[in-house]
């Protein structure tokens, strides 16, 4: 049978975002019940957590998540799961890079790996804002193997939007390069989405906004494309403020509170792969907007 991949841990900030998340949006299904999320509102509650650009199927009404499931399904938004094949090329690429055989990787050596092996033009800043969310993990800035899965898999996860639109721009214009050079044209359109030409036109017409008026629809520079393709039309929802924080006494005084002693011996209890707390400023502020279950 095919292998089944696995995401990472998740990053305690993370898991406390969804948790924080999950409660400002959960109910009480009857009195005395646990606390669960309607599925209308799982968009929501995961771009409150800061994850975006989510594509949720589409569920029943009446179909609700428990905390676990919310949680496990934000973890899989955010990490892209890796076969055993792909941790052990990390392994391999991780070794490559400590280069002081120190178990650890500094994070000039992690931005170093992230040009040699990801994109040479790729900033530090860029690496530290995939990395940041393992702050907790992280011991005196120094990164070990299972926290570089976590971040291979984050990065993963974060580009593979961009990596599905290369594919398809691939397709589209039926070559291995594409450039800001090639031109859509209305015929290539039409063959590859085997809809008339005349309507072929129409949809570049449509999407060309550069040249407004005066466009013909019979070709879309590669710029326009792609603006067009990333275009995101806010709905009405997106317009409004989210609803302040509002979490259980007990979930708050586990995000805000914990302290090292505290972690280890939930850690034990969980076990070594699951999720724990971390205190953090943002979560620390929600003694203002607790209440009691």
């Known amino acids: 049978s095919d ?53 949720l199927a589409d569920g029943d009404d009446d179909l609700v998540l428990d905390l676990h499931e919310f949680v496990t399904l934000g973890q899989e938004a955010v990490m892209y799961p890796l076969s055993t094949a792909q941790r052990m090329r990390i392994s391999e690429i991780f070794d490559t890079f400590d280069d002081d055989r120190s178990g650890t990787l500094e994070r000039d050596e ?42 291979m898999s984050m990065f993963i996860r974060k580009h593979e939007a961009d990596w599905h639109l290369l594919r398809g721009l691939r397709e589209v ?23 008339p030409t005349g309507e072929a036109e129409e949809l570049l017409w449509a999407a060309d906004w550069r040249q407004g008026k005066t466009a013909d629809g019979k070709f879309l520079n590669f710029r326009s494309l792609v603006a067009a393709l990333l275009l995101c039309l806010a709905e009405d929802d997106a317009l409004r403020l989210p609803p302040p924080p509002r979490v259980p006494r007990s979930v708050a ?41």
Not at 26 to 34: D, E, I, L, V
Not at 122 to 140: R, W
């Open 3 to 55: 292998e089944v991949a696995h995401c990472p841990p998740l990053p305690r900030v993370i898991f406390g975002d969804l948790t924080v998340a999950f409660h400002t949006f959960a109910h009480h299904p009857f009195k005395g019940g646990p606390y669960v999320i309607s599925w209308s509102k799982v968009h929501h509650a995961l771009m409150y957590a800061g994850i975006f650009n989510v594509m």
């Open 110 to 151: 992690l931005t170093r790996l992230f040009r040699e092996i990801v994109e040479p033009s790729i900033t530090q800043e860029e690496v530290l804002v995939v990395s940041a969310a393992f702050e907790g993990e992280v011991q005196d800035g120094m990164i070990g193997l299972n926290t570089l899965m976590g971040v």
């Open 173 to 195: 214009f039926s070559s291995q390069w594409v450039s800001e050079d090639d031109h859509l044209t209305a015929e290539a359109l039409a063959k590859f989405a085997q809809i």
């Open 253 to 293: 005084a586990e995000l805000s509170l914990a302290t090292p002693k505290r972690e280890e011996s939930r850690a034990s209890k969980l076990g070594p792969n699951q999720p724990r707390l971390q205190p953090s400023t943002t979560q620390a502020a929600l003694a203002a907007h607790v209440f009691t279950p």
